[in-house]
């Protein structure tokens, strides 16, 4: 295949040496441009994967002369095998793992009374913080910021209970030995960090850079003294910050070039996905390729369907198999299952180490939390889920999932579609617009909010993941929106139907 002038420029910027940052869009061949750099030079390289599966096939695809590992490999190479036994060790409840460590007693702080189980989990969370981060110590920003202890001077008093533990956690799992915490994957790969490893190479790809943790930041950029490095990546998919993921492409200092040709969807779905990166303010613009014609409209057989949240996941595979249909959920049910488990803990009177549900000591409080507090208006899906279908169907749902392999239909949600692509996508309705600003127009309807940064970017990944046909389905509000092209002028919207949450007396209007 003849290289785009896109990917000549950037093989023209490696082989002169440069360090290289390579924006590429969705569907526009990343993969197969850095292959052809590779082949195209006899240097020694490295190809820091995102996850394993991505590293096998870049195998197959690179020469030899290039080793594609993901930077765990590269830790349990380096230090990670001296704690293999402990890999395995058998899974146990925070709050014991808590105990072994000293926290033994419930504490209150504020309004809320944390009980031994929540303590053990935060404390356990800091340290899964601390080791995606650069830094080299625990301190109080690795602590999480609890449901209703978000002020600073309470998130305060709870880090300072927090950070003894949590660095007595992270002192036991320097021993290779037995130890009281549950060794995992990303404690081997800090300590490797901590030792500033150098990694024996000419030069270093880095994929999907925009959802680095700092912790692969850092040991990446540490080997620019002797080797040259490109990293690529789409900004406008940096999905994960809530993750500790940071998009390390935008401040790299090196050459700045991009892709913006996709092979994997046309022109009609490439202005699709231009109206979201607008919003998102995103570095690149998208062009379709001509001879992959894709159309936008209703889609009533959908390969996949793709939704924003767990919750609203969970409703779709309910609902897709009352109908009959093999169902598949892409990364399995364990994260449904465990939100099904925690809400049946509290509709039973007992609490639950769930993290988006350890504040609540019984479903009632929850269920007025989700109605009548604006903070928990993402909780509001999953009361009503429950509520509805109870958490015994919702198990038995979970339970009925069928490999991809076996499945007419996939359901997942837009973070865990990225890097994947359909057929035929339909989005499903849990992607909602942003609340209405406390503003007005002239006839006196209220104007719509502002589109967050972070939700433009995870609707960008949600409509690129197509091919030949997408349902807007849930993102529909955007044809109405005035950041869209809607009400307030600008290009002509694709035709959808009018979200539910617009007030009736705005309705007319809009028609």
């Known amino acids: 295949m003849k290289p785009t002038d896109e990917q000549a420029a950037a093989a023209d910027a490696f082989h002169a040496g440069d360090h290289l940052a390579l924006q590429a869009g969705a569907g526009t061949g990343k993969t197969t441009t850095l292959a052809q750099l590779a082949?195209?030079?006899?240097?020694?390289g490295r190809y820091l994967a995102y996850n394993r599966a991505i590293a096998q096939d870049a195998t197959a695809r690179f020469p030899r002369s290039v080793l594609c590992k993901t930077a765990h490999a590269l830790a349990y190479a380096a230090v990670g095998h001296r704690y293999a036994h402990r890999l395995?060790?058998?899974?146990?409840?925070?709050?014991?793992?808590?105990?072994?460590?000293?926290?033994?007693?419930?504490?209150?702080i504020g309004e809320r009374d944390?009980?031994?189980?929540?303590?053990?989990?935060?404390?356990?969370?800091?340290?899964?913080r601390f080791c995606h981060s650069a830094d080299p110590v625990i301190t109080r920003h690795h602590v999480p910021r609890l449901r209703g202890l978000e002020d600073r001077g309470l998130h305060a008093e709870l880090a300072a209970h927090i950070v003894p533990f949590a660095s007595k956690a992270w002192n036991d799992l320097q021993h290779p030995g037995d130890g009281a915490v549950r060794f995992d994957h990303d404690h081997y790969l800090k300590i490797w960090s901590l030792t500033a490893p150098k990694i024996?190479?000419?030069?270093?790809?880095?994929?999907?850079?925009?959802?680095?943790?700092?912790?692969?930041?850092?040991?990446?950029?540490?080997?620019?003294?002797?080797?040259?490095?490109?990293?690529?990546g789409d900004s406008a998919q940096a999905i994960y910050h809530w993750r500790g993921a940071k998009d390390v492409m935008t401040g790299f200092d090196g050459t700045q070039l991009a892709l913006s040709k996709s092979f994997r969807f046309g022109p009609q779905l490439a202005e699709e996905a231009n109206r979201w990166l607008a919003i998102a303010d995103a570095p690149i613009r998208l062009t379709g390729s001509e001879s992959v014609p894709t159309d936008l409209g209703p889609v009533t057989r959908p390969d996949a369907v793709l939704c924003r949240?767990?919750?609203?996941?969970?409703?779709?595979?309910?609902?897709l198999l009352a109908a009959g249909y093999r169902v598949a959920l892409v990364g399995g049910g364990d994260s449904l299952r465990a939100l099904a488990l925690a809400a049946r803990d509290l509709k039973e009177g007992r609490r639950?180490?769930?993290?988006?549900?350890?504040?609540?000591t019984a479903w009632g409080d929850l269920q007025d939390y989700?109605?009548?507090?604006?903070?928990?208006?993402?909780?509001?899906?999953?009361?009503?889920?429950?509520?509805?279908?109870?958490?015994?169907?919702?198990?038995?749902?979970?339970?009925?999932?069928?490999?991809?392999?076996?499945?007419?239909?996939t359901v997942s949600t837009a973070h865990k579609a990225k890097g994947r692509e359909w057929a035929r996508v339909k989005i499903a309705d849990d992607f909602t617009p942003p609340p209405d600003s406390d503003q007005q127009d002239d006839t006196g309807c209220a104007l719509p909010g502002p589109i967050d940064d972070g939700e433009a970017r995870l609707?960008?990944?949600?409509?690129?993941?197509?091919?030949?046909?997408?349902?807007?389905?849930?993102?529909?509000?955007?044809?109405?929106?005035?950041?869209?092209?809607?009400?307030?002028?600008?290009?002509a919207p694709v035709p959808g139907p009018l979200p539910e949450a617009l007030t009736p007396r705005c309705v007319a209007r809009l028609r």
């Open 200 to 232: 024996d190479t000419d030069f270093l790809l880095l994929d999907e850079a925009q959802d680095t943790n700092p912790v692969v930041e850092q040991i990446f950029l540490n080997q620019r003294s002797h080797a040259q490095l490109v990293m690529v």
């Open 88 to 108: 395995n060790a058998p899974r146990r409840p925070a709050w014991q793992t808590g105990q072994a460590l000293g926290i033994t007693k419930a504490i209150r």
């Open 309 to 319: 949240t767990n919750v609203g996941a969970m409703a779709q595979v309910m609902d």
């Open 39 to 44: 082949h195209a030079t006899r240097r020694r």
């Open 352 to 360: 639950t180490t769930h993290p988006e549900l350890v504040l609540f």
């Open 459 to 491: 609707a960008y990944v949600a409509v690129t993941r197509t091919r030949r046909c997408l349902d807007l389905g849930g993102l529909s509000w955007i044809n109405q929106h005035p950041d869209g092209g809607g009400v307030s002028g600008g290009p």
């Open 114 to 128: 944390l009980s031994q189980r929540t303590l053990s989990n935060a404390a356990l969370r800091t340290v899964a």
């Open 370 to 409: 989700a109605a009548h507090d604006p903070a928990g208006r993402d909780l509001q899906p999953l009361v009503d889920l429950v509520d509805t279908h109870g958490t015994d169907a919702i198990l038995a749902a979970v339970a009925q999932l069928a490999p991809e392999n076996q499945a007419e239909v």
